[in-house]
């Protein structure tokens, strides 16, 4: 299963949180600790996500390649610091295709999104839901897996107005309810604040006074992690978060 990361907090190098970190997203991609069998490592793509300035939209680097491979972005995050950073490495579920549309971050606006996990049936189990969106979201979603789809339900329930807590709640609720036995840890924020889930998925936590970092494993052995329960809802701001349970009706 992906791994994944976000921070919010002080500006950092994106290198920081995902090469230089001794357990970062470079050595979970090659020696993961906890992917619960759900493939080995994560050679299939990676993305990192940004804001170049306080107010702007978010700004992304999504490859189908190995993080290890890629120098260019080595010294891209070398240079690169954001108060905000969201991050991913792939493991690609059988039968999906290894393209950088199907890597997270996936992006709009100013949110970013990701998804470590998998929806079981897939398509069909899902099918009714997607039907629920509008036909143009289905014919540009950024590639045809269940990431993709997951991230265009989460999107139209946001340009709805729903709360983000609510969205991922809601979103959880119905695709479990679908497709019942899916892994279904969700990531998203906005640069200001992280909304993440815990659903039969691995999901630590880390504060300090000015920062958050949620992240599928802890990216050192620095004692202050968290793990979030499962079935569990993170909201997080700099310096502090909540943990909510789930439930199979979406309410937080
Ligand atoms: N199922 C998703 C994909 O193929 C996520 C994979 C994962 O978490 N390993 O992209």
């Known amino acids: 299963m992906c791994r994944h990361l976000a921070y919010l907090g002080p500006p950092v190098t994106l290198s920081s949180l995902v090469l230089e970190a001794p357990h970062g997203l470079l050595r979970q991609s090659y020696a993961p600790l906890d992917m619960r069998a759900g493939g080995t490592i994560n050679a299939d793509g990676f993305g990192a996500g940004w804001y170049p300035a306080p107010e702007a939209d978010a700004v992304r680097y999504r490859s189908a390649a190995p993080l290890w491979s890629d120098a260019s972005f080595a010294a891209m995050a070398g240079a690169t610091r954001s108060s905000a950073v969201l991050a991913a490495v792939r493991s690609a579920t059988v039968g999906m295709p290894v393209t950088e549309t199907a890597a997270a971050p996936f992006a709009h606006g100013r949110w970013l999104f990701s998804h470590n996990g998998v929806v079981r049936g897939w398509p069909h189990s899902v099918a009714e839901l997607a039907g629920g969106l509008p036909v143009a979201d289905l014919i540009m979603l950024d590639a045809p897996t269940d990431s993709a789809l997951l991230w265009a339900l ?99």
Do not use: K, Q
Not at 157 to 163: A, E, K, T
Not at 237 to 249: I, S
């Open 154 to 252: 989460v999107r139209h329930r946001l340009s709805d107005g729903g709360d983000p807590a609510g969205v991922l709640a809601g979103v959880v609720a119905a695709v479990a309810t679908a497709a019942p036995g899916s892994r279904l840890n969700l990531l998203l924020t906005d640069g200001r604040g992280i909304w993440a889930t815990a659903w039969d998925h691995a999901l630590s936590v880390r504060t300090t006074p000015d920062s958050v970092l949620v992240a599928s494993e802890p990216i050192d052995s620095l004692s202050t992690w968290n793990p979030v329960p499962d079935r569990h809802l993170v909201v997080a701001r700099p310096g502090h978060y909540r943990v909510d349970e789930l439930t199979m009706t979406g309410v937080p």
